[in-house]
């Protein structure tokens, strides 16, 4: 059998007295689409910030693609190529839109913390920023202050941001969240292609985004992944349709 | 746009580098070309000789300006305020300080020419020290430290008299080092365009160093640090290295520092210092390259050139500082860079009249404050230094109350009438931008 992408062994996480990550048993396979769903509160946030490094766990362990990762800080976890991106939009507001996509870019090219190197006159670099540009619809924004894009901009810079390093394990926090049917249309079509060949794992609220994306559904309900499965598996499940798909059918 | 990045025929892009090169190094070689000529213009023809007092203003200017930058390093560039900057310009100087009276003991190598090189590695190694301190935090808790190593710079220069000379401080002579030009530094002039050359040289590292990966990682960090770790990026480490490098530029300043006056007291690490950099970057403009520049300039010039003129020009500074932070937290190159998209649109003539409108009513509010600021510090300064007060041939008597109540009224009207007038140049001003659209936000 080969080694999941990301394989979670019995996280627990607790703030205070509160536990909000229960228990969390979980592989991605290499490759997958995997979507975590849940009603509001159930942590899949939290599991996202335990899984890079964000928030430190209380017990448990995480492996990424074999590589034991938990208690390494976030720069050390993406540097073993797992990148995330953020809910509320995380970006560099005062930068230019290029220059958030080829800061993205930076360490995966090798050039960590160089003083030496002008990047104006780093081509490739450049080129290849330039391109994920294009691939975002945003080269027409390319000098605009990325602080000053529109909404839905703003999300599709924070998905290439996450994607530009050419990190192999990507986690989505709710990628489409506030967006309308056209602009979620577009960024599922867009991570539907960045993320070809690599391994997804993407928080959702959007049922139709989840079915249209997803290999794989887990469910996370109270901390505690309570459905594990193929979309149409998941669909027919009745706890899940009871804590979960039931509210929204009803 | 998207053309214009991908030019087919090379020729074409070869020509367009050297356009462009030619374009980035002309400020550069305005500057240099100013900063050359300057002391000819004030040169004492009559007698033949050199304006001693400009030359000096000029070489603290020089000296102003690479500190100013360093400062900016952190505060504009990392998003760092550091309240002890000086601590390292200051331990360049007493570096320096130390390396000519080697050299005069006949066992310091290094010429003259590159003293500023070594008091820049001094000041890289004490900030390697307290940089590893002070970059484990960021935001407050930052400039709390870096406040605490100004404090235990001023301390240690008090209580360590081997090394900094106590209250007196170290005494050199510049002559000590031999010259690789063949220069003997006898005369301001000499010393002023060693600080032009090196002022140049750090500029330029500095402008370099914000096209780097570290530079845009340190304005990466400056906006969202968390993310700049879900890129790979260790902040603290970016942090700290921009600490190192700022503190190698600042200590560059204070090695010229200690070549001009040829002593360095504690006053070269002390609190004031650090505060005059602030003040510098603020007023000039922290979000531009050119704002300390441009800030070290005019507060130098206000301390050699006002302080000639008043007491109180501490006092006028602090207002400057107060008035920018409140009304132009960008700085006067910020100020100018918003006046941009109207000058690309042609539009600039539109706030000629609006811009003069505003001036009669400040011209009073300055008149009027400087007035009592005046009155006031003759009463209690200048009185005792038995001078008259003296404004346009009158004599007022300070112990009446009719120029209290003159200048007072010119205060009180002044102000009422600009804001009336700030009020209507705000709207002239909006509406210019609101004319402008989307476009005008580039």
Redesign the interface.
């Known amino acids: 059998m080969t080694v999941p992408s990301i394989h979670l062994r019995d996280l627990r996480k607790n703030f205070g007295a509160t536990e909000i990550i229960r228990g969390v048993t979980l592989d991605v396979a290499g490759g997958e689409r995997h979507a975590l769903i849940g009603p509001n509160g159930a942590g899949k946030t939290t599991l996202f910030d335990l899984i890079?490094g964000?928030l430190p766990l209380t017990a448990g362990e995480i492996f990424l693609d074999g590589t034991r990762i938990d208690g390494l800080?976030?720069?050390r976890i993406?540097?073993l190529g797992l990148?995330?991106s953020?809910q509320i939009t995380?970006?560099?507001?005062?930068?230019s839109v290029f220059?958030n996509i080829?800061?993205?870019l930076?360490?995966?090219r090798g050039?960590?913390?160089?003083?030496?190197?002008?990047?104006?006159r780093e081509r490739s670099l450049n080129d290849e920023a330039?391109r994920v540009l294009e691939e975002l619809n945003l080269?027409?924004r390319?000098?605009?202050?990325a602080g000053?894009l529109s909404y839905a901009e703003q999300r599709a810079l924070e998905i290439g941001?996450t994607i530009a390093?050419g990190a192999n394990v990507i986690l989505l926090d709710e990628p489409t969240s506030g967006m309308s049917n056209t602009e979620t249309e577009f960024a599922v079509a867009l991570i539907r292609r960045v993320t070809q060949g690599k391994t997804l794992l993407m928080v959702e609220h959007d049922m139709q985004v989840v079915f249209n994306l997803a290999d794989t559904i887990s469910v996370l309900v109270y901390g505690q992944v309570i459905a594990s499965g193929p979309p149409a598996t998941i669909r027919a499940n009745r706890a899940v349709q009871e804590a979960y798909l039931g509210a929204l059918a009803a | 746009m998207s053309d214009a990045t991908r030019p087919r025929d090379s020729a074409l892009i070869a020509n367009r580098r050297r356009f462009q090169g030619l374009r980035a190094a002309s400020p550069w070689l305005a500057v240099l070309a100013v900063a050359v000529l300057l002391p000819w213009l004030f040169y004492d023809y009559a007698h033949g000789r050199q304006n001693s007092f400009m030359i000096s203003m000029f070489s603290q200017m020089g000296m102003m300006v690479i500190f100013a930058l360093a400062f900016n390093m952190l505060m504009g560039e990392a998003g760092l305020m550091s309240f002890g900057h000086a601590a390292f310009f200051g331990f360049g100087g007493y570096c320096v300080a130390h390396f000519l009276n080697a050299a005069a003991e006949g066992d310091f190598p290094v010429p003259l020419e590159l003293m500023p090189l070594a008091a820049g590695l001094s000041g890289l190694a004490l900030a390697i020290v307290f940089g590893a301190m002070a970059t484990k935090q960021r935001s407050t808790a930052f400039a709390m430290i870096t406040f605490g190593i100004g404090q235990l710079m001023v301390t240690a220069a008090l209580m360590f008299q081997h090394f900094f000379g106590g209250e007196s401080g170290v005494s050199t002579d510049r002559q000590s080092a031999y010259s690789l030009l063949g220069i003997n530094y006898a005369q301001g002039l000499e010393v002023y365009y060693l600080i032009v050359a090196w002022a140049l040289i750090a500029a330029l590292g500095m402008h370099y160093l914000t096209g780097t990966p570290l530079g845009r990682m340190a304005n990466a960090c400056r906006d969202n640090h968390e993310r700049a770790q879900f890129m790979g990026y260790n902040p603290r480490m970016v942090r700290f290295l921009q600490f190192a490098l700022s503190g190698f530029f600042a200590g560059v300043g204070g090695g010229l520092y200690a070549i001009t006056y040829e002593i360095v007291t504690y006053d070269a690490v002390n609190l004031p210092l650090s505060g005059n950099a602030l003040l510098m970057a603020y007023i000039g403009g922290v979000g531009t390259f050119t704002g300390p520049v441009l800030g070290a300039v005019l507060i130098t010039a206000m301390q050699s050139g006002v302080s000639l003129m008043s007491n109180s020009w501490v006092i006028y500074v602090g207002v400057l500082f107060i008035i920018m932070v409140t009304f132009a937290p960008t700085g006067l190159t910020g100020i100018i860079k918003a006046h941009a998209p109207l000058a690309r649109a042609g539009r600039l003539g539109r706030l000629v009249v609006p811009y003069l409108r505003l001036t009669s009513p400040g011209l009073m509010v300055v008149l009027g404050f400087v007035g009592l600021v005046e009155m006031l510090s003759f009463l209690t300064i200048g009185a005792a230094e038995g001078k008259r007060f003296n404004v346009l041939g009158l004599s007022p008597n300070l112990h009446a109350s009719p120029p209290w109540l003159i200048t007072a009224a010119c205060l009180s009207i002044g102000a009422i009438w600009l804001r009336r007038e700030a009020r209507l140049f705000h709207r002239v001003w909006d509406t210019l931008m609101a004319d402008l659209g989307p476009a005008g936000n580039r």
Request: aromatic share 16%; with cysteine.
């Open positions: 890079s964000r800080p976030p720069h993406n540097r990148s995330r953020f995380s970006i560099f507001h005062r930068l220059e080829r800061c993205s930076l360490w995966n050039f960590r913390y160089s003083f030496w190197h002008s990047l104006g330039g080269s027409p390319r000098n605009l202050q000053l941001m390093g």
